[in-house]
């Protein structure tokens, strides 16, 4: 079973949709769309590991310019 995640994003201004646009190329992002809120994009993610799962956020997702903080929070299965 692979390890998912949403990954709450906050870009500057204006950004929102070219940063959605870009993380949707990225390997292991199911989902990334446009929202409202406190959160500009909301991206679902996952990998083969948690330790794949922190190197796809932080050195791919994070990457994306037009980015300003991002939160993940793991799919736990209770």
Do not use: F, N
């Not at 769309?33 to 990998?47: C, K, L, N, S, W």
């Not at 948690?50 to 037009?66: F, K, T």
């Amino acid at each position: 079973m692979q390890v998912q995640a949403y990954v709450l994003i906050q870009t500057e201004v204006g950004k929102a949709a070219m940063v959605a646009h870009e993380i949707r190329a990225i390997a292991g992002v199911t989902l990334a769309e446009d929202v409202t809120g406190p959160y500009d994009v909301i991206v679902r993610a996952e990998a083969e590991t948690m330790d794949d799962l922190g190197r796809l956020v932080v050195a791919r997702i994070q990457s994306v310019p037009g980015i300003s903080r991002t939160l993940t929070c793991p799919v736990v299965h209770l």
